[in-house]
Nanobody, 120 residues
């Protein structure tokens, strides 16, 4: 059993900042790529940022220069620092992680989602 626990969402004014956290726990052999996705009402879920186990990152064009993804491998935790937030960033944010749970089993796990609302 593997669980991803997210925290850090909330209501923030335009131009403000939030930091999301997502910790993986359970029967974990290795954690590979981790990422953050978001889904706004009426829209498809989209990748926001991803990070490999060795720290390589990639970002959606809409968040480049404003969001920073990072991870703490010792804690199996991924973070998303969000600065200069815009109303268009309003969405439910989900973390994901590619995790090896046995010698032969690797699956993608998802967090439950955390609401981020950017509004004045």
């Amino acid at each position: 059993q593997v669980q991803l626990a997210e925290s850090g969402g909330g209501l923030v004014q335009p131009g403000g900042s939030l930091r999301l956290s997502c910790a993986a726990s359970g029967r974990i052999f290795s954690v590979y790529a981790m990422g953050w996705h978001r889904q706004a009402p009426g829209k498809q879920r989209e990748l926001v940022a991803a990070i490999t186990s060795d720290g390589s990152t990639n970002y959606a064009d809409s968040v480049k220069g404003r969001f920073t993804i990072s991870r703490d491998n010792a804690k199996n935790t991924v973070y998303l620092q969000m600065n200069s937030l815009k109303p268009d960033d309003t969405a439910v944010y989900y973390c994901s992680a590619l995790i090896r749970t046995t010698i032969t089993t690797t699956d993608t796990y998802w967090g439950q989602g955390t609401q981020v609302t950017v509004s004045s």
